[in-house]
């Protein structure tokens, strides 16, 4: 099945500094590529996601890279803001099954 | 948030015992999925569900049991809760086909501790 690996576990950064979280995949037929974030004692929500016919995406502040051929795929927040402070997790999905990396636990440091 | 609830919100169990949690969705989608989420391991998932009656298993499905008699209602049952299924399960929704996925909606979880 899926192997989805993400790098950093955790992150610190500056108030106003670039954050990069980075994730790798194995599956090559895996289509969909979302991002969640998640706050202490919450549930995941949606931030920006991929599909596998696009190479980049932009949201504001937040964009994603798809590369398939390396079969990684990364975050970028720019401008970072301490309510960014959260875990946040990638995942890989193929005909439902999606495969989710281990998180990574953002800090903005203000 | 989308429309999906999760009861109950937490509880506290013995190892051996039964446990069913409910999923419960107002949108109509047809897939419905259920995790857990442990430090470490990000979320599993464990079963999920892609029509009345039609479900399948997912990454760990190994002592958990699932139904879907109505398009709202999805459960998840432990049939002799286990020390190792102490996790946090979220429920989540989703009006994707197979050939394209969409948003996942999550619930808002239940914390299962097993004594």
């Known amino acids: 099945g899926e192997n989805v690996e993400q790098h950093p576990s955790t992150l610190s950064v500056q108030e106003g500094d670039s954050a990069v979280i980075k994730c790798t995949y194995s599956d090559s037929a895996s289509n969909y590529f979302p991002w969640y974030k998640q706050e202490l004692g919450k549930r995941p929500q949606l931030i920006i996601d991929i599909r596998s016919n696009v190479g980049e995406k932009k949201d504001q502040r937040i964009a994603v890279t798809l590369n398939k051929t390396a079969k990684h795929f990364s975050l970028h927040i720019t401008e970072t803001q301490p309510e960014d402070s959260a875990v946040y997790f990638c995942?890989?999905?193929?005909?439902?099954?999606?495969?989710f990396g281990a998180g990574t636990r953002l800090t903005v440091k203000p | 948030d989308a429309g999906i609830t999760q009861s109950p919100r937490h509880k506290v169990t013995e190892t051996g015992t039964p446990v069913t949690l409910r999923c419960h969705q107002t949108?109509?989608?047809?897939?419905m999925y259920w995790y857990r989420q442990d430090p470490g391991h990000g979320l599993r998932l464990i079963h999920y569900?892609?029509?009345?009656?039609?479900?399948d298993k997912g990454e760990v499905s190994d002592g958990y049991s699932v139904s879907r008699s109505k398009t709202e209602d999805f459960l998840l049952t432990l049939e002799s809760a286990t020390s190792s299924q102490t996790s946090v399960y979220f429920c989540?929704?989703?009006?994707?086909?197979?050939?394209?996925?969409?948003?996942?909606?999550f619930g808002p979880g239940t914390r299962l501790t097993v004594l």
């Open positions: 995942a890989a999905s193929m005909n439902n099954d999606m495969r």
């Open positions: 949108e109509n989608h047809r897939y």
């Open positions: 989540a929704i989703s009006d994707s086909g197979l050939a394209i996925p969409n948003e996942q909606f």
């Open positions: 569900s892609y029509g009345v009656k039609d479900t």
